[in-house]
């Protein structure tokens, strides 16, 4: 990790490094990932095998792409019942909180007859994608399904990449089941992105798809939306711990590694108004980085990522991190909750010392899937609103439309737009002619 | 308008003429919103001036791309007075509608020291584009601009293209104003999606952008969408009515011309269970095509875009519509307000006799930006939500993580993440080691 000053032009040199990291800018891709959705839309089932034996090394037919009830017997068999057992009191905690997200339908009306409102209808079809690969993440599978869930979609379509036996892994479809899916495909990669889209035999078009992918599975839902909706462009994942000379250096330096353990672009930060704390958590680091299995991805992420930012006070730090916008903040301060009042930009805040982040990513309740790479700004956590649409409803009486007729034939008309005008006129067109 | 029996086929033939005029089928021009979008970025004003004088041909330098109070001024000396009487009556309306979708921040806790909760914070910059050109919409200028108003936007930043004169059309600027905009460029088409994405030297970087536009816009918002957030991508107008032998042939006539007004692509939908009342419906259709001045372009988009529909029964009708899911739907039968509850996708549902489409145009309150081209399915018309963000608020005490410390670490390990793990560990090594 480098220890570096915090100023204005510190920031913008970090803020610039870590979007390096951005599904944007990796360009070469496209035309690749444009290819293989060309050939799904067009091919359907036939390209998605033949993708999937060519990225996968997997065999998949018409007849086995569909995860069977047998298939998930047998992971129940397999899996840990001590897993179960977490997995099941996680879905609590998750179903908890994502239940407070829910919107009800609303109107509001007057007497002389009208009424406006807005009906929330859940979306349809929901298609996650869960990546397989390097690790397996039956968290994942939970936070994805459990907002659609909960926000009454009918029908959840699960897909993820199978192991060259042609499977999927064991806890990944245990999650599934538990959390909700109705269907679970095996494919993965940009090609599961283009059945989502756009239908093939087997796989059905879904409204929505979300989920984190690698970067052809990013630059593919980049593509295909608009002719679905998708949740946000998932990037690697970040940490940014605010924290004064009252933290403990050795808990902030396991929560910094809990995120550079993701992967080699993973981020970590701690802004600190301490010099002392600092120096201590950059030791602390050090000494973890020893002990941990995945040593080796960690200090490249550090190398990469990694910053100790020292501010003058904790507003700059603030500041900063608002700059940042980070998908995980943790506040570490000795008045963590009036620090918190004054965030503005973060995916997920974490406050004082025993809310460590991995709390979250787990069992608290909130979701895990969160905006990356500055889009905190704009993005928030995946959620019920993410698996819902409204309608707006317009209801006006004939003497309510009598009322404002004249304003609206006017404001029509200075638009130029006459059978605007006109659609109102016609319905007093006998009582304006006298 | 073609006279046709509903049936699955005939619903699908309509779908696929429709999307026919969607974004995603114009990548013939993304090249060259690629080209200008990367000369914005990296040119910065000089590329926005070129363009401007390119395409609008108008002269607009560092001095005068800002709209300045004095051309405020003289905007609103231009302006029809009852004009902007009806634009303050229409904006109270607006402002009151979504005033109501203000969604409040909100935690639970319980006794052993958790707080979870969902922190909401408006965008802090966000860009309203509004279109020039041939026809002039102050009311799209008080709908993009009032939720984002509402939802607390400290910076609203507007662009519209000049006319040759170098000029802002005086409706549009008094509109702005009125709403609430912050600053207003003279820019338009990609060249000022690109400003609002990447920031100039005179315009500065937006969090979101929204607002309708044509082709090279709605492009330029798809490929700068994960830098920034954008609206939905808005395709040509929609209007859809389900009607029964109980509705007045007149009123719906001039309802479908209404939309088929707006351009050649937009598309006009009548669907009813009743035949007498479709062939009346399309006698008036032709006598009102007669007199109306914008003929030529209603005539267009009726011949491709334009239907009748005839349905078995109303819930046939309502199956097809939901299928369709247009921008917007009147329901104008016997019972509408029982038809309006199945109905799942539409943006915005008018219901009965007296609710015309152009009254949620321009007066209701409602917004006016709707999603289009079947997007209704998983979009929702623009509001308050577009202009906020929310984070995840995690607290636990020390003893509320004790109670669930080794489930986390057993989660965590079960996803080989031992460095999470490990900052659950590392808060009770003390007491586990004993």
């Not at 998750?94 to 007859?113: L, V």
Request: with cysteine; charged share 25%; aromatic share 8%.
């Amino acid at each position: 990790m480098r220890t570096v000053k915090l100023t204005k032009e510190s920031t913008k040199d970090i803020l610039e490094n870590l979007l390096k990291r951005s599904p944007n800018n990796y360009g070469k891709f496209e035309s690749t990932v444009a290819q293989i959705l060309d050939k799904v839309k067009n091919e359907g089932d036939a390209a998605l095998f033949a993708y999937t034996k060519e990225f996968d090394k997997a065999d998949v037919t018409k007849e086995t792409i569909r995860v069977t009830d047998a298939e998930i017997e047998e992971a129940y068999a397999q899996i840990d019942p001590a897993l179960l057992g977490v997995i099941r009191k996680a879905l609590v905690n998750i179903r908890q909180y994502h239940e407070k997200q829910i919107q009800n339908s609303w109107f509001t009306s007057t007497t002389d007859g009208t009424m406006l409102g807005q009906k929330v209808t859940p979306l349809n079809r929901v298609g996650v994608y869960v990546p397989g690969g390097k690790a397996v993440y039956p968290s994942s599978v939970l936070m994805n399904i459990v907002p659609a869930k909960v926000a009454g979609v009918p029908h959840i379509v699960m897909t993820t990449p199978p192991g060259k036996d042609g499977k999927v892994c064991a806890s990944t479809l245990v999650a599934a089941k538990e959390a909700g899916a109705d269907e679970i495909y095996k494919v993965g990669g940009a090609q599961a992105i283009g059945a989502l889209a756009f239908g093939t035999e087997s796989i059905p078009k879904v409204d929505k798809i979300v989920g984190p992918g690698n970067i052809f599975v990013a630059l593919a839902k980049k593509a295909v939306y608009g002719y679905v909706s998708i949740d946000s462009i998932a990037g690697p994942s970040e940490i940014l711990v605010l924290a004064d000379e009252t933290a403990n250096p050795h808990f902030v330096a396991a929560d910094l590694l809990s995120q550079a353990e993701h992967d080699e672009l993973a981020c970590a930060i701690l802004i600190t108004t301490s010099e002392e704390f600092a120096k201590k958590v950059d030791e602390e680091v050090k000494g973890f980085v020893e002990v941990l299995s995945r040593k080796e991805i960690i200090q490249k992420s550090l190398d990469n990522f990694g910053y100790i930012l020292i501010a003058e006070d904790m507003d700059e730090a603030i500041e900063a991190a608002n700059e940042i916008a980070p998908e995980h903040m943790e506040i570490v301060t000795a008045n963590p909750f009036e620090d918190m009042m004054k965030v503005k930009n973060a995916g997920a805040i974490f406050i004082g010392e025993y809310s460590s982040e991995p709390l979250g990513d787990y069992f608290a309740g909130p979701n895990h899937v969160l905006p990356t790479n500055g889009t905190a700004k704009f993005f928030s956590a995946l959620s019920v609103d993410d698996f819902i649409k409204k309608s707006s409803i317009v209801y006006y009486s004939k003497s309510a439309l009598r009322n404002i007729r004249k304003d609206i034939i006017q404001f029509a008309t200075s638009e130029q737009l006459t059978a605007h005008a006109n659609s109102i006129a016609v319905r007093f067109e006998d009582e304006d002619k006298e």
